[in-house]
């Protein structure tokens, strides 16, 4: 009897199943319809999260693949608040709004005020407030400021280094080494010579070159340039220069006997001494990259001719296209078809510079 009940029983059950499954499947199909007809995201009420909760949590992984309201992280998440318990009693707004409170709006436009004004840094508007009895942070003040549209800016610095070279500009000089080679039997030999300009005037003086520029050559001609100065009756207040080794205690003691402060440059940063630069570039492009220096003397004749006309018939566009060394009383126009143009050649016919005949 046994043997005949329980294939039957099992029928039934496979029947059973098989009816449960096909109505899953429906129901499956008909919420993913209703679910297509229905808004991307659907609010839920602790009453509702609750109901699928209980009913949801007995399925255990299984809710996956019918869940289709909210994520399963999601429904896990509900189930993990419900297992904790009641949270503490809510807190008030002022309370539960993260973070530091706000800076005091006073103390806001304190520091807003004090970097228009001055255009400190930071570190500097930190001291400041600090002497007012206010403890903030770098930050704050960096908060502050980029908040009121105000953040870093180099240019609005109040002594920037173009503000410092425009300060000093009248008094002021740099000067550098510069190189060239000369040709030799026993092959290409550099010779140096240092270059000086006035940043204001953008006047030049560039001394005798030598194959050997030890301590001692360096400062005679610091000498040498101090004797055109005060020939010239030209201002030296500042001198800069880099850090070169030739630049002995003796070098800088020539120019500090007169009054000179020397003002040294970073190493590596030839940008501050821009200037120069561009003077020795000019002078190479321009000139010495034209002649073949076959001996010392020859290239301290190309060197003076090479100053004299830079500074006194070079245009110059930092001095109005004129140059450095000319009258400031404007010159009247010529009539081209009255005087005859004349050319004025020199090195070979390397310059030219033109002028009206007599």
Not at 221 to 227: E, I, V
Not at 262 to 269: L, M, V
Request: hydrophobic fraction near 35%; charge should be positive.
């Amino acid at each position: 009897m046994a043997a005949i009940v329980h294939p039957l029983l099992t029928l039934l059950a496979s029947l059973t199943r098989q009816e449960l499954a096909q109505q899953v499947t429906y129901l499956k199909a008909e919420n993913a319809i209703l679910r297509s007809k229905l808004p991307d995201r659907i609010t839920l009420n602790n009453h509702e999260r609750r109901r699928l909760v209980r009913h949801g949590k007995k399925l255990g992984p299984r809710i996956k693949e019918l869940i289709s309201i909210v994520s399963y992280s999601t429904f896990r998440r509900w189930i993990r608040k419900m297992e904790d318990g009641p949270t503490k009693r809510p807190k008030s707004k002022s309370e539960s709004k993260p973070g530091r409170p706000r800076i005091d709006e006073s103390i806001a436009d304190t520091i807003i005020r004090i970097r228009k004004e001055t255009g400190w840094g930071y570190t500097k508007i930190v001291q400041a407030m600090r002497r007012l009895g206010h403890r903030i942070s770098r930050q704050t003040v960096k908060n502050i400021l980029v908040e009121a549209g105000i953040g870093p800016d180099p240019s609005d610095h109040p002594d920037t280094w173009s503000d410092f070279l425009k300060r000093h500009a009248a008094t002021m000089w740099q000067c550098n080494f510069a190189s060239k080679r000369k040709w030799t039997i026993k092959g290409m030999v550099d010779l140096y010579f240092l270059v000086f300009i006035h940043v204001e005037t953008r006047r030049i003086w560039v001394s005798p070159c030598t194959a050997n520029p030890t301590g001692e050559w360096t400062t005679q001609q610091a000498r040498n340039f101090d004797m055109f100065l005060q020939d010239e009756g030209l201002p030296c207040e500042t001198l800069q220069r880099d850090q070169d080794s030739k630049y002995i205690n003796s070098f800088d003691e020539v120019f500090r006997s007169t009054g000179c402060q020397i003002k040294k440059t970073p190493a590596r940063s030839p940008n501050l001494q821009a200037f120069v630069e561009r003077v020795i570039q000019t002078l190479k492009h321009e000139v010495l990259n034209a002649f073949c220096v076959v001996s010392e003397k020859h290239l301290d004749h190309i060197l003076r001719t090479s100053q004299d006309w830079y500074n006194h018939r070079r245009g110059h566009s930092g001095r109005d296209h004129r140059p450095p060394v000319h009258e400031e009383v404007s010159i009247p126009a010529i009539d081209l078809t009255k005087y005859k143009l004349v050319c004025h050649t020199e090195l070979g016919g390397h310059l030219k510079s033109y002028c009206a005949a007599a």
